[in-house]
C-alpha cells in the first residue's frame, strides 16, 4: 500500500486520544468521524479539523472508504463493530477489553482471518519509554528467572462518572476488566506471554451501588443507568513458566486522596524491576532492585521520555504496520487471551473456587 491511509475513529470520548496518533502519523490521515452524540461529534470534527463527519456507523463504514477504524464504543459493542469493519474491508483497531465475552473475542480473531484484515488491540501502556525499558530488562535476562508478578491498579475516588461503565450490559464487568485488562495485559507482555494455568479471584461492589467515591460526581449522587458491577477484585493466577501473578484492582477505596495509581512488579532470582506510574505522570516511575558487590543496590533509571507515548506511539505503530504491512505491536490474538482470563477471573469469583485455564 503505498497511499497515506484513510482513518476514522469510532466514539468520540477517548476517541480523541487515537485522533492525537493520526494527526502524528504521516502514514494515515483521519478523514471521518461517528458519534450518535451530535454535539460530541461537531466538537470533535472542528477541533481536529476532520471533513467527514457521520451519526451512523454503518454509513461511514460504507461510505468512507477507510483502510483502518479506531472502536472507542462502550465494550459491548466492540464485538459488533469490528466485524463489520473488518467485513467492510477495513484494518481495526479496537479498545480495550477487546469485547465483553470470549466468545464476542474469538469471532473477532475468526472475522480477521476470514477477511485478511487486520485486528489490532489498544493496549496503550505497552508504548510508554518505562514499560519498554522494562521488557527490554526482562528480555535480556537480567531479572535472572522469574518467580511472581504483583499487579495492581488502585483508584481512590475513581468510579467513571461518564458514560456505561456501571452497566454489566454494557461493559461485561466494572474495575477488574477496565483496569485489570491494562495490568494483566502489560505483565504478560511483559514475560512474553506465559502459559496460564489457573486463575482465583473474589470481586466486590461496595462503593458503587451507593454513588460513593465516583469520579466527578458529589458523594451520593448515583450513576444513571444504575451500577450492576465490581468496583474492586483481588485475583491470583498461576502461569506456565513457574511465576505466579496476584493482582489487587479498584475503583475505589480508602486511601491517598485522588491516588490513581497502577503498578507493575515483576520478581525474578537476580532483580527486581518495578513500573509504578501514579496519576498518568511520567515522571520516576521505574526502580530496579539488585545486588552489586554483595550488596543490595537500587537503581533508579533516569528515562527520558523522547517522542510520542501511549495511544500516540500505539496509533503511529499500528498505521506503520499496515502500511508497510508488518506485524503490528499489538494483535487480536492477545486481546482474546486477556478476555479469556478476565472471564475465568469473573468465573472464580462468582464460583468461590479457583478455575483451571483451558479446561472450562
Ligand atoms: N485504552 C485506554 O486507556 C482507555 C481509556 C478510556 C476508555 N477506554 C475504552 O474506550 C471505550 C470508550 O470509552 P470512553 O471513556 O471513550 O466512553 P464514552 O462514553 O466517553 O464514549 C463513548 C462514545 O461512543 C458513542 N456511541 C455509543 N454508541 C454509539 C453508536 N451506536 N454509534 C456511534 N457512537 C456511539 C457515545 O455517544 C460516546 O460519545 C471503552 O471500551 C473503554 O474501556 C480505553
Redesign the pocket.
Known amino acids: 500500500m503505498s497511499d497515506v491511509l484513510r482513518a476514522g475513529i469510532?466514539?468520540?470520548?477517548?476517541?480523541k486520544a487515537h485522533a492525537k496518533g493520526y494527526t502524528t502519523s504521516t502514514d494515515a490521515d483521519l478523514v471521518a468521524v461517528?458519534?450518535?452524540?451530535a454535539e460530541?461529534l461537531q466538537q470533535f470534527a472542528d477541533e481536529w479539523n476532520v471533513p467527514e463527519r457521520y451519526n451512523d456507523?454503518a454509513m461511514m463504514l460504507n461510505d468512507a472508504k477507510l483502510d483502518m477504524v479506531s472502536i472507542?464504543?462502550?465494550?459491548a459493542?466492540?464485538a459488533q463493530y469490528s466485524i463489520a469493519a473488518l467485513e467492510a474491508g477495513i484494518n481495526v483497531v479496537c479498545?480495550?477489553?477487546m469485547a465483553v465475552n470470549t466468545q464476542e473475542a474469538r469471532a473477532m480473531v475468526e472475522a480477521a482471518k476470514r477477511t485478511g484484515k487486520k485486528l489490532m488491540m489498544?493496549y496503550?501502556y505497552r508504548f510508554r519509554s518505562d514499560a519498554q525499558w522494562m521488557r527490554q530488562m526482562i528480555t535480556s535476562g537480567q531479572l535472572g528467572t522469574i518467580f511472581h508478578v504483583q499487579v495492581s491498579w488502585r483508584r481512590e475516588t475513581g468510579i467513571p462518572g461518564?458514560?456505561?461503565f456501571g452497566s454489566k450490559a454494557a461493559s461485561g464487568g466494572g474495575a477488574l476488566i477496565?483496569l485489570g485488562v491494562?495490568v494483566i495485559d502489560l505483565a504478560l507482555w511483559l514475560m512474553d506471554f506465559p502459559v496460564v494455568q489457573t486463575v482465583s479471584a473474589q470481586t466486590r461492589s461496595l462503593f458503587g451501588p451507593f454513588g460513593r467515591k465516583t469520579w466527578g460526581r458529589v458523594p451520593g449522587q448515583k450513576i444513571e443507568g444504575g451500577f450492576d458491577v465490581d468496583d474492586g477484585a483481588v485475583g491470583f493466577m498461576r502461569l506456565g513458566n513457574g511465576a505466579s501473578m496476584a493482582m489487587n484492582i479498584t475503583w475505589a477505596e480508602h486511601g491517598q486522596p485522588q491516588e490513581d495509581a497502577y503498578r507493575v512488579e515483576v520478581q525474578g532470582t537476580e532483580g527486581t524491576a518495578v513500573l509504578n506510574v501514579r496519576n498518568y505522570k511520567n515522571d520516576d516511575s521505574l526502580r530496579f532492585y539488585t545486588e552489586m558487590a554483595g550488596q543490595p543496590v537500587t537503581v533508579i533509571p533516569g528515562l527520558r521520555f523522547d517522542g510520542p507515548q501511549g495511544h500516540e506511539a500505539l496509533i503511529i505503530d499500528l498505521a506503520k504496520s499496515i502500511r508497510n504491512r508488518t506485524e503490528p505491536g499489538t494483535s487480536g490474538e492477545q486481546g482474546l487471551v486477556a478476555v479469556e482470563i478476565l472471564e475465568a477471573l469473573y468465573e472464580s469469583s462468582e464460583k468461590r473456587r479457583e478455575v483451571v485455564f483451558g479446561s472450562r
Open positions: 469510532i466514539g468520540l470520548g477517548v476517541g461517528c458519534d450518535t452524540n460530541r456507523i472507542c464504543l462502550p465494550n459493542l466492540h479498545e480495550k477489553p489498544c496503550n461518564w458514560g456505561l477496565d491494562h
